[in-house]
């Protein structure tokens, strides 16, 4: 079974450039999430899309991050403009469904550095 | 606000000696924990987790977690460490009202052969 696709997987930037990742689930999957792993701390949620409809998207930063998952599959993140406090890795992960117990399956991740 | 501690940030052992990691939580109500599990250049994966039930759960490779309600606790165990269990291992929590998961900042774990 394929597992969780992203790309790239490593991006340097500027800050006030902007950026995008993309990411593939596992086939049908229909939960996607989208987290950000600062240096020395856990992933920390951004959002949550079930089939193409958002979640939760309580701790995305909507002035600079978006995301979509248009068709209920593939997902991009963007940050327009990227801060240096957004150097991190950007995890997606994906569940068959939607409960608080399904099991989550990450992605490798994409780490960002804004110089 | 909701929040997991892991005390433990490094933590080095020889091969064969016994393992706990701790993970406390600040939630309130029916949770749901999980130990999840990062090999070196490896995608993060699950390892154990518990939502219900016999509060001793036994996950992959003979690791297993024990959730104490009273103590707000869901501590990783392992009797004897291999070399290969040199790893990252986070604790998150979900549940209490909230979908979020919250995961703790990490313990990283280096086994000496």
């Known amino acids: 079974e394929a597992g969780v696709a992203q790309s790239p997987r490593y991006k340097i930037i500027e800050k006030r450039q902007s950026v995008a990742f993309w990411c593939n689930p596992i086939?049908?999957?229909?939960?996607l999430y989208w987290y950000q792993q600062i240096l020395g701390q856990g992933p920390k949620l951004l959002i949550q899309?079930?089939?193409?409809?958002?979640?939760?998207d309580s701790q995305l930063p909507k002035d600079r991050f978006s995301a979509e998952r248009l068709k209920g599959v593939d997902s991009t993140l963007k940050i327009q403009p990227a801060k240096l406090e957004d150097s991190a890795v950007y995890l997606c992960a994906s569940s068959l469904g939607a409960s608080q117990t399904d099991t989550q399956y990450f992605g490798p991740g994409t780490r960002l550095t804004v110089l | 606000a909701q929040s997991v501690s892991q005390h433990n940030h490094h933590v080095i052992l020889s091969e064969a000696a016994s393992l706990e990691l701790g993970c406390n939580y600040s939630y309130g109500g029916t949770v749901n924990l999980f130990w999840y599990v990062q090999y070196p250049g490896q995608h993060l994966q699950l390892l154990l987790k518990y939502f219900s039930g016999d509060p001793l759960v036994k996950g992959i490779k003979g690791f297993e977690a024990e959730f104490i309600k009273s103590k707000f606790s869901f501590n990783l165990r392992k009797p004897s460490v291999q070399w290969s269990d040199t790893a990252e291992y986070f604790c998150?929590?979900?549940?209490?009202?909230?979908?979020?998961?919250?995961f703790g900042r990490g313990t990283s774990l280096i086994v000496h052969p």
């Open positions: 899309f079930q089939n193409n409809g958002v979640v939760d």
């Open positions: 086939s049908g999957h229909a939960t």
């Open positions: 998150a929590v979900n549940g209490g009202g909230s979908y979020i998961p919250t």
